[in-house]
Nanobody
Framework: QVQLVESGGGLVQAGGSLRLSCAAS????????VGWFRQAPGKEREFVAI????????YYGESVKGRFTISRDNAKNTVYLQMNSLKPEDTAVYYC???????????????WGQGTQVTVSS
């Protein structure tokens, strides 16, 4: 079983950037498909980005496409989410999740981190 710890959240002005990190321990992180999700107060959890284990390909939610980038450093057992051109509507708790499925993150199966708060001021 892998354990996940997110970091890097904080308060930033609109138009700014943040880089979130998701550090894994317990098992080789390269064996997992990893995703980032977010949840704002009063809203449902939203898909942000995924990095597939099998192909190394990435996919993004429409609201972040072109602004966010997911990447991984297997030597450091860490996945990153680089967030640029941040908007107030990006304010949320961001979670990473890891699934041993080669292509998807299954919310009911994956391991989740504790989340990190991102707040974007206007």
């Amino acid at each position: 079983q892998v354990q996940l710890v997110e970091s890097g959240g904080g308060l930033v002005q609109a138009g700014g950037s943040l880089r979130l990190s998701c550090a894994a321990s317990g098992r080789t992180f390269s064996r997992y498909t990893v995703g980032w999700f977010r949840q704002a107060p009063g809203k449902e959890r939203e898909f942000v980005a995924i990095l597939r284990r099998s192909e190394g390909t990435t996919y993004y939610g429409e609201s972040v496409k072109g602004r966010f980038t997911i990447s991984r450093d297997n030597a450091k057992n860490t996945v990153y989410l680089q967030m640029n051109s941040l908007k107030p509507e990006d304010t949320a708790v961001y979670y990473c999740a890891a699934d041993d499925h080669p292509m998807v993150v299954r919310p009911g199966v994956a391991t989740w981190g504790q989340g990190t708060q991102v707040t974007v001021s206007s």
